[in-house]
């Protein structure tokens, strides 16, 4: 069946530019998590839904980054007036229920590069 | 406060030649810990886990972690490695959002 799908897999932004990166889940996934991946790091989680519900948004760096799930299916990750520590590979992950040992499933990423 | 030290940033080894990376955790709660594997341009797959049980865990293509608690480590094996093994490993920890530890590139020379 089809993975995770996350679009654009490239976005080349200016300095001070909105981006609006999407990730299209598993089918049936209640869970989902972004994660932020700079060169040379590994993932560095960002937020986590549970259906349509944030649950936790402890690791968005500032408040110019902002997701959204309003459906429960297809997720939005938002950043506004991008600067150049937001270039980084954006990962999504899914899972069937709301713990680790329901494995996530990572999409292929959304690499961001701000000029 | 949960993270995850991997000790080597790169591993180079020889085809066929055995492998151990290693990774070593902290973490103030039940430990779920779990080693991911990354392809060049592609996402994260899941090698193995561990959650309870049996501290010698197997996983996909031939690999094998062993969770020792007292040592806080749970370090990846693999007895005879491929070409195909060139990646990216992570090692990470959670009960439910994931800590990655900073990655070991392996390479593997013919």
Known sequence: GAGVSQSPRYKVAKRGQDVALRCDPISGHVSL???QQALGQGPEFLTYFQNEAQLDKSGLPSDRFFAE???GSVSTLKIQRTQQEDSAVYLCASSSGPRSYNEQFFGPGTRLTVL | AQS???LDS???VFEEAPVELRCNYSSSVSVYLFWYVQYPNQGL???LKYLSGST???G???FEAEFNKSQTSFHLRKPSVHISDTAEY????????LVFGQGTRLTINP
Do not use: D, H, M
């Open chain 2, 45 to 47: 797959q899941l090698l």
């Open chain 2, 4 to 6: 995850v030290t991997q």
């Open chain 2, 60 to 62: 996909i293509n031939g």
């Open chain 1, 33 to 35: 998590f972004w994660y």
């Open chain 2, 56 to 58: 010698l865990v197997k």
């Open chain 1, 69 to 71: 799930r309003p459906e």
């Open chain 2, 90 to 97: 992570f090692c990470a920890v959670g009960s439910q959002k």
């Open chain 2, 10 to 12: 790169q591993v180079p």
